[in-house]
């Protein structure tokens, strides 16, 4: 680190494993939206099932490592500051609100835009520009007074709380929770039939964990210099565009690294798979409906600290307590939106 920048490591962190979730979108058919509106609506429970396979594999290694030192949890957003539940619950369903009138996501919509889609592009500016309203911008002292941060008073760890109750080893309690999430996903027999989907949920849960793993030890490294994280897709968008416009905001990071990693993988993912092409929006009424469905994302996201991947995936691998409420209230409000959309489709 005495020639290459500590934040320029991280942010090389970022890159590979941020380019491992956007191959998994483009090769894997990796997405939170359409794996709720799929079984919902499709009765294929495939894409979800990969959700099991994705937290099975994040928690036992993450879990392992912490077990073993080598990636700090508790330096994590998701155990650093007290957890709210009333943040979970509404940030969470405003994000999964707005998930829905969008179409995807924030990681989805970079996804999307590496395969060509410009209105995608929208999407990302929009959570980028609200989120950093509601974070550090004019609705920020509004945030403060509803949902005040501060400092935990220890690990938040499910694991570490069903260890109390039980006796068991936290460790022991992980690794349980872990074979539950992986069991429940690889023995619905449709997933079985497609390895390659089972392939690409597992490089998921590894990629989160190594970033979690990379960036604790640079933390460690520079004495906390650099932040402990892991994907999400939120406020980093925002961290991302001041980057890319001033070249010194914040600096490079984990954040900006992570944001490009995601755009460069769903875009080798398209070429891979030839369906890269250029689409635009052709319904001023659709790109209204998007950029309302972004706003949301980026409020209630920074609300909830973080997304659909950062607390449904990133603080769901340290066993962060949000990680299921804020999860379950971002499913509960995409399920919402989408019967609020189709049922106004359907003919009087």
Same mark, same amino acid.
């Given at each position: 680190m005495?020639?290459i920048?500590?934040?320029?490591?991280?942010?090389?962190?970022?890159?590979?494993? $941020?380019?491992?979730?956007?191959?998994?979108?483009?090769?894997?058919? /990796?997405?939170?939206?359409?794996?709720?509106?799929?079984?919902?609506?499709?009765?294929?429970?495939?894409?979800?099932?990969?959700? &099991?396979?994705?937290? @099975?594999?994040?928690?036992?290694?993450?879990?392992?490592?912490?077990?073993?030192?080598?990636?700090?949890? &508790?330096?994590?957003i998701?155990?650093?500051?007290?957890?709210?539940?009333?943040?979970?619950?509404?940030?969470?369903?405003? /994000?999964?609100?707005?998930?829905?009138?969008?179409?995807?996501?924030?990681?989805?919509?970079?996804?999307? /835009?590496? $395969?060509?889609?410009?209105?995608?592009?929208?999407?990302?500016?929009?959570?980028?520009?609200?989120?950093?309203?509601?974070?550090? $911008?004019?609705?920020?002292?509004?945030?403060?007074?509803?949902?005040?941060?501060?400092?935990?008073?220890?690990? %938040?760890?499910?694991?570490?709380?069903?260890?109390?109750?039980?006796?068991?080893?936290?460790?022991?309690?992980a690794?349980?929770?872990?074979?539950a999430?992986?069991?429940?996903?690889?023995?619905?027999?449709?997933?079985r039939?497609?390895?390659?989907?089972?392939?690409?949920?597992?490089?998921?849960?590894?990629?989160?964990?190594?970033?979690?793993? &990379?960036?604790?030890?640079?933390?460690?490294?520079?004495? $906390?210099?650099?932040?402990?994280?892991?994907?999400?897709?939120?406020?980093?968008?925002?961290?991302?565009?001041?980057?890319?416009?001033?070249?010194?905001?914040?600096?490079?990071?984990?954040?900006?690294?992570?944001?490009?990693?995601?755009?460069?993988?769903?875009?080798?993912?398209?070429?891979?798979?030839?369906?890269?092409?250029w689409?635009?929006?052709?319904?001023?009424?659709?790109?209204?409906?998007?950029?309302?469905?972004?706003?949301?994302?980026?409020?209630?996201?920074?609300?909830?600290?973080?997304?659909?991947?950062?607390? @449904?995936?990133?603080a /769901?691998?340290?066993?962060?307590?949000?990680?299921?409420?804020?999860?379950?209230?971002?499913?509960?409000?995409?399920?919402?939106?989408?019967?609020?959309?189709?049922?106004?489709? %359907?003919?009087?």
């Amino acid at each position: 680190m005495e020639t290459i920048p500590p934040g320029a490591w991280a942010a090389l962190i970022g890159l590979v494993t $941020g380019s491992a979730l956007g191959l998994a979108a483009r090769l894997g058919d /990796f997405c939170t939206l359409g794996a709720i509106e799929t079984a919902i609506w499709g009765g294929d429970q495939r894409r979800l099932r990969m959700w &099991g396979v994705i937290l @099975g594999t994040a928690i036992a290694a993450t879990s392992l490592l912490a077990a073993a030192g080598q990636i700090d949890t &508790g330096a994590t957003i998701y155990h650093a500051i007290r957890w709210n539940p009333a943040a979970s619950v509404l940030g969470g369903l405003a /994000f999964g609100y707005g998930m829905a009138l969008a179409g995807n996501c924030g990681f989805g919509a970079l996804a999307r /835009f590496g $395969g060509g889609d410009l209105r995608s592009l929208v999407i990302v500016v929009v959570i980028s520009i609200c989120g950093f309203v509601t974070l550090s $911008g004019p609705l920020a002292p509004l945030r403060d007074l509803a949902f005040p941060q501060e400092p935990s008073d220890g690990l %938040q760890s499910l694991a570490v709380s069903a260890a109390e109750l039980t006796g068991l080893p936290a460790l022991a309690v992980a690794l349980t929770l872990a074979a539950a999430a992986f069991g429940w996903g690889i023995l619905h027999r449709p997933m079985r039939a497609e390895p390659h989907r089972i392939g690409w949920a597992v490089a998921v849960g590894l990629a989160v964990t190594a970033a979690l793993w &990379g960036t604790s030890a640079i933390s460690h490294a520079t004495l $906390g210099a650099v932040a402990v994280e892991g994907h999400t897709f939120t406020a980093p968008l925002g961290r991302t565009l001041l980057w890319m416009m001033t070249s010194s905001a914040g600096g490079l990071s984990f954040s900006v690294g992570s944001v490009l990693g995601v755009l460069a993988g769903a875009w080798l993912g398209s070429r891979r798979k030839r369906s890269f092409r250029w689409e635009a929006c052709e319904d001023p009424r659709e790109l209204g409906r998007q950029v309302a469905g972004a706003a949301l994302m980026g409020v209630g996201g920074v609300v909830a600290l973080g997304c659909s991947v950062g607390q @449904g995936i990133t603080a /769901f691998a340290t066993l962060a307590w949000s990680a299921p409420v804020t999860l379950a209230a971002i499913s509960a409000g995409a399920v919402f939106g989408l019967r609020r959309l189709i049922a106004g489709f %359907q003919p009087d």
